[in-house]
């Protein structure tokens, strides 16, 4: 994810607040990244906003981050098996 100081860095950090997602607690899982991904994809996608631009680039982010922390948390995993 981008460093925290740029603009990139605070929309991820923005992004996971909306998720409710806290990376760093040990006991995220998975599913809790599933369950709150698809509850903001249902709300910021452009299919439910007109197209506008900014849902279009909101509904990107939030696919990034998804992707991002599913890589992150089965390498996590990973490492404790």
Not at 21 to 39: P, Q
């Amino acid at each position: 994810m981008g460093p925290a100081g740029t603009a990139e860095g605070r929309e991820v950090t923005e992004t996971l607040r909306t998720l409710e997602i806290d990376k760093t607690k040990a006991n995220v899982t998975l599913d809790d990244v599933n369950r709150a991904y698809r509850k903001q994809a249902l709300k910021c996608h452009p299919d439910k906003n007109g197209g506008s631009s900014e849902s279009v680039k909101r509904m990107k982010l939030l696919n990034e981050v998804h992707e991002r922390l599913e890589k992150y948390i089965d390498q996590r995993d990973k490492k404790r098996h």
